[in-house]
């Protein structure tokens, strides 16, 4: 039966909170956009008329082609070249979702997506749900086909699982303009003793490059060891600026509510780097420079105004 204007209207209706769900399950922007229309077509194809809550069915369905997703990325992952990480979402973007509570901030931010790798797809499905999404255990068992007691057990163990790899501070804006100025100085001094004042001990950098951007394939571990990187990342060079065909403007931004420096080359979007912050310092650099993973941050910095770069990367 094909769908009347009001029936593409539910649908369009529920879709912000669909692609939210998606990426908070995937860490990939373009992959949610995929399973949301996968959704839609199911929903195209249904008898709607015989669905008595189309949000409920349509989070149902959502959230097991994700689970199907999930699982065949965990294989993929194992030969993905170098380290992986989430696809950054700039700020403003619909697809960061609701941010209301510090819980749901927290859950977007690129250190807890990163650590949702850690869990098998059914704890990171009730996780998001019940976390970020504030789904009641009843909704999520009957959106996974388990029992209401397995959900709020499954729930208490990826949160612990969570908790026991994150400790982040939540930041306002302009103290994450600070934190970039900050870094951005001692970045660019060409000493590696303000970067390491900077940092925590036990910092980490990170660089996704998916195999067609030079990244480092493990961590940097330690301060100083961070700090030298980091320097020498800044260090102008005419071999970085044939590598990436010029120079990049380097700004201060926020991606997943983190402070970030989002370098961009003609218009286009070449990396994004989101600090970790802490108490204590800078606790963790990771490095999106994949250019799959930087389609939809281009075209969400083309919508606006950012004014000139704080500097021309090397």
């Not at 094909?2 to 029936?7: E, F, G, I």
């Not at 749901?104 to 009730?126: F, I």
Request: proline share 5%.
């Amino acid at each position: 039966m094909a769908l009347t204007v009001n029936d593409v209207d539910r649908f369009e209706a529920s879709r912000p909170r669909l692609e939210a769900i998606a990426y908070r399950l995937l860490g990939s922007a373009s992959e949610a956009e995929d399973v949301v229309q996968e959704t839609f077509l199911r929903w195209q194809a249904a008898d709607v008329r015989r669905i008595e809550v189309p949000e409920a069915w349509l989070t149902k369905v959502l959230t097991n082609l994700c689970l199907n997703q999930l699982t065949s990325a965990r294989a993929r992952r194992e030969t993905y070249v170098g380290q992986w990480l989430p696809e950054p979402l700039l700020a403003g973007d619909p697809m960061l979702g609701p941010a209301d509570t510090a819980e749901q901030r927290e859950s977007l931010s690129y250190a807890v997506l990163t650590l949702l790798e850690r869990l098998s797809p059914g704890e990171r499905a009730v996780y998001v749900l019940r976390e970020a999404f504030d789904y009641p255990h009843r909704e999520i068992a009957g959106i996974l086909d388990i029992t209401e007691t397995a959900s709020q057990q499954i729930f208490h163990r990826a949160k612990k699982h969570v908790a026991a790899g994150k400790a982040r501070t939540e930041i306002d804006e302009a103290t994450a303009r600070r934190v970039v100025d900050e870094f951005l100085a001692a970045a660019t001094s060409g000493r590696t003793e303000p970067l390491v004042r900077l940092l925590t001990q036990d910092a980490v950098a990170i660089g996704d490059g998916g195999g067609k951007v030079p990244a480092r394939t493990k961590a940097f571990e330690g301060a100083v060891a961070v700090a030298k990187f980091v320097r020498g990342l800044f260090k102008p060079g005419k071999a970085k600026r044939d590598l990436i065909g010029g120079s990049p403007g380097v700004y201060a931004a926020t991606a997943n509510g983190d402070p970030a420096l989002v370098a961009v080359l003609d218009g286009r979007v070449v990396g994004v780097m989101c600090l970790a912050v802490t108490p204590g310092g800078i606790t963790a650099i990771r490095n999106q420079v994949n250019p799959d993973k930087l389609e939809r941050a281009t075209r969400r910095w083309a919508a606006a105004d950012h004014g000139e770069p704080l500097l021309r990367f090397f």
